[in-house]
């Protein structure tokens, strides 16, 4: 009979990877996000350190900022449970896709949505 704690410490570690390459998509979403502010930037020329402009950079602003606010609690409510639940990663799976259509749903106009 396997020892309980190595196969415990070995299911833990699979839970632990998973979580990781949930971490990678969500941190390179944030960039895309970075980077779709700086081309808006550009576009309705908005230099830093403003932050209001064109209403269209204002909502792609606002819904790059809403992102970031909630990375770090994502992050660590991702890993916290993925200590305990195997659900976890794909809980966060749906979390990145779910990030992706509120961006793009809070950059459109009002009357697009």
Aim: proline share 5%.
């Amino acid at each position: 009979m396997p020892n309980s704690s190595a196969a415990c410490r070995k299911l833990l570690s699979v839970y632990c990877l998973l979580n990781c390459v949930i971490r990678e998509p969500l941190f390179l979403l944030t960039g895309h996000f970075a980077w779709l502010v700086g081309k808006s930037r550009m576009k309705h020329k908005v230099m830093p350190p403003a932050v209001t402009g064109a209403p269209e950079f204002d909502r792609t602003f606002r819904a790059q900022q809403n992102c970031v606010e909630f990375y770090p609690i994502f992050l660590t409510v991702l890993w916290t449970a993925g200590w305990f639940f195997n659900q976890a990663s794909f809980l966060g799976v749906l979390y990145v896709f779910a990030r992706y259509k509120y961006f793009h749903g809070y950059a459109q106009s009002v009357k697009g949505r």
